[in-house]
């Protein structure tokens, strides 16, 4: 019997219990009735985690391999990739499981397999729960791990084996711990890989580590294959464009020809192009009232299935008190530019255009000597907003609309290419070779991280600029020259044009800017200091602090799958005679040049110090503002 095993005497006030391990082998729970859960697996993934798409990602990641493979180090890495994804996630790791729920246990066959067991059934109520859960064991032995597999198959969860195939020579030169030095002393007997077996998978979903690869690059395979999986979110977004059809085309101009008219101008013309060509998806028009009031309070679009997307400027179409007075009945309108009409606006919805609110929330002041809020105040007092149907492609005839590809063109421009990783910079100044080296430095850390063919879009913004701002046809010519000069990779870099305009709104803008990169097919977007800033209107100070834009962006709702690289400073540095990254130890050395110190040298004709930016780049800059006098 039980108590036949303990001892006769036993010291006054201890309790007379069994050892765990007796209790283990003993006793097992009878008359049990398994209870199903109220709330289902979908009503959790509506709940748990930041993924906009309400989907179910609990599975069970096992990582098995010798001692000092890299398990804990990789299950960490991915796991840190996860939750910054907004994927619920969490590690068990061997020695911090035993240190808790398997302190009881040693490292016989019975003990790892009990360890094994209980590892299971707590990474299975993880899965079930909704977290991706990442288990890093040795788990030696083929039985124990397929057991674990047979134990989410049963409950419909799905278990994913990555074998940590790091050779036994490396493991043991690694020796992290000291283990292997002590078994090979004969201090620990049965160790895994010199006394002790590894039965190592047969068919293991995924395999990493065999060719001394950087856990970055095995990082990078683990989460291809969650996404192969629809475990972990992809980057792409769907693209909604509002083109009509080319089979209706010709009824739709038909009928648009018989709609009362609205005139729009370039402006409004620009954010149409935006529109039709999905940058700004899921918007399926001009914004209506309550898709306004989203915009302005929250800076997110919430879809009628509950998705939420990043939408931080509002997309509005103004409008007379006399044009809504002529045409606020009509069950559709024809807008019309420059005496022809370019698309339908069904079920137009007039409203008021609140200037004063829209200004002080969207660009944090409401003064007329901002370009854009001038221009805002130069409207009509109402918007409209409705669904678009543009009638086909909006061309500038300019020379330059075969840059403005379109986010489905430029995703399957980087699919020929055969890119892995897209990552965007956006501008709207000539390129110096300060942003040369952030591009430059960007694509070595993604191939360090295991990237194969990353790809550069070099994406100025096209539209409304100010007026001091250089033009879009300069930029572009400044822009080929230094391609030309191979500043920048030709064969790893896209030059294309973004068509939003320009609304110099700092934080609230970047983060528009980096969701229409992001539904381009991005998954790679570099902000930089002050992104989308200007001097402050009526005071010797920029309008925006320099930093914020980067610490928002890395913060805002709506832009999961978008890793935002922050901007690294680059100035000259008069040591080595060109651009560096700018090391404050010795900030004597380095130079800052300005934008208006730029424009007074290519004005008088004098040069840029060598190496500040490529000769024919600066050529075209100083013809630009020598013409100009």
């Known amino acids: 019997s039980f108590f036949s095993r303990v001892p006769s005497r036993v010291p006054l006030g201890l309790p007379i219990f069994p050892t765990p391990f007796l209790v283990m082998a003993e006793n097992k729970a009878t ?114 791990r397929d057991q674990v597999r047979q134990l989410h198959d049963e409950a419909g969860l799905t278990f994913i084996e990555c074998f940590v195939a790091t050779p036994l020579d490396v493991c043991e030169l690694r020796d992290p711990k000291g283990l292997y030095k002590k078994a090979r002393a004969g201090i620990i007997k049965g160790f895994t890989g010199i006394d002790g077996v590894y039965e190592e998978p047969e068919s293991p979903e995924i395999a990493v580590g065999s060719r001394g690869e950087s856990i970055d690059e095995c990082v990078h395979q683990i989460l291809r294959y969650l996404e192969s999986r629809e475990i972990l979110p992809t980057v792409k977004t769907e693209v909604k464009e509002l083109f009509v059809p080319v089979e209706e085309v010709e009824a739709k ?30 918007l399926s028009g001009f914004m209506r009232e309550k898709e306004f009031l989203q915009c302005l309070h929250f800076n997110t679009l919430t879809t009628q299935d509950g998705s939420v997307f990043n939408q931080s400027v509002a997309i509005v179409l103004p409008a007379t008190a006399e044009e809504k007075e002529q045409l606020g009945q009509a069950p559709a309108l024809a807008l019309q530019y420059e005496g022809k009409r370019v698309a339908i606006l069904r079920q137009p919805e007039f409203f008021e255009a609140r200037k004063d609110e829209r200004c002080s929330r969207q660009f944090g002041i409401n003064h007329p000597g901002h370009p854009y809020i001038e221009q805002v105040h130069s409207y009509g007092d109402f918007l409209v907003g409705g669904d678009l149907e543009v009638l086909g492609p909006v061309r500038w005839e300019d020379g330059l609309d075969h840059y403005r590809l379109t986010p489905k063109q430029l995703r399957a421009e980087f699919a020929r290419r055969g890119a892995d990783a897209v990552f965007a910079f956006q501008l709207r100044n000539p390129i110096h ?190 013809n630009y503002y020598q013409s100009k006098q």
């Not at 509506?46 to 990641?61: D, H, L, N, P, W």
């Not at 009881?104 to 590892?119: M, T, W």
């Not at 009362?260 to 899921?282: C, F, H, K, R």
């Not at 896209?494 to 983060?511: C, D």
Request: proline share 6%.
């Open 253 to 282: 101009t038909a009928e648009c020809a018989q709609l009362p008219v609205l005139a729009i101008d370039t402006l409004s013309m620009q954010w149409l192009q935006v529109l039709a060509e999905g940058w700004a998806s899921p």
């Open 433 to 622: 070779n300060g942003h040369a080296l952030l591009m430059q430095d960007t694509h070595r850390r993604l191939t360090q991280r295991g990237f194969k063919k990353p790809l550069l879009l070099l994406h100025p913004l096209g539209g409304w600029t100010k007026d001091d701002d250089v033009p879009l046809p300069v930029r572009m010519q400044q822009h080929h020259e230094v391609l030309q000069a191979k500043v920048l990779d030709p064969e790893a870099t896209l030059l294309a044009i973004f068509p939003s305009p320009m609304l110099y709104a700092g934080p609230t803008e970047v983060q528009w800017h980096a969701k229409a990169r992001l539904n381009a097919g991005a998954n790679f977007y570099i902000v930089g200091r002050d992104p989308a800033g200007m001097g402050h209107p009526a005071k010797d100070e920029n309008l925006y602090n320099a930093d914020h834009g980067r610490e928002v962006l890395q913060m805002a709702p709506g832009l999961n799958g978008l890793e935002i690289i922050p901007f690294r400073v680059a100035a000259y540095d008069t040591k080595k005679g060109g651009m560096d990254f700018f090391d404050p130890s010795r900030s004597a050395d380095f130079l800052f040049i300005s934008g208006t110190k730029m424009r007074k040298l290519a004005r008088d004709g004098e040069s840029l110090p060598q190496g500040f930016m490529c000769e024919g780049g600066w050529k075209v800059l100083a």
């Open 31 to 144: 008359n049990i009735t398994a209870v199903k859960h109220l709330v289902s697996r979908k009503s959790r993934a509506q709940v748990i985690g930041a993924s906009s798409e309400s989907k179910f990602r609990g599975c069970t990641v096992w990582f098995t391999g010798l001692s000092g493979a890299g398990k804990t180090t990789l299950s960490f890495a991915v796991e840190a990739e996860l939750c910054r994804r907004g994927v619920p996630s969490y590690g068990l790791d061997g020695d911090n499981m035993r240190t808790g729920l398997n302190k009881n246990l040693g490292f016989s066959p019975e003990d790892r397999a009990e360890n094994i067991r209980r590892v299971g059934e707590v990474s299975k109520l993880f899965a079930d729960g909704g977290i991706v859960s990442l288990c890093s064991f040795i788990s030696p032995f083929r039985k124990d």
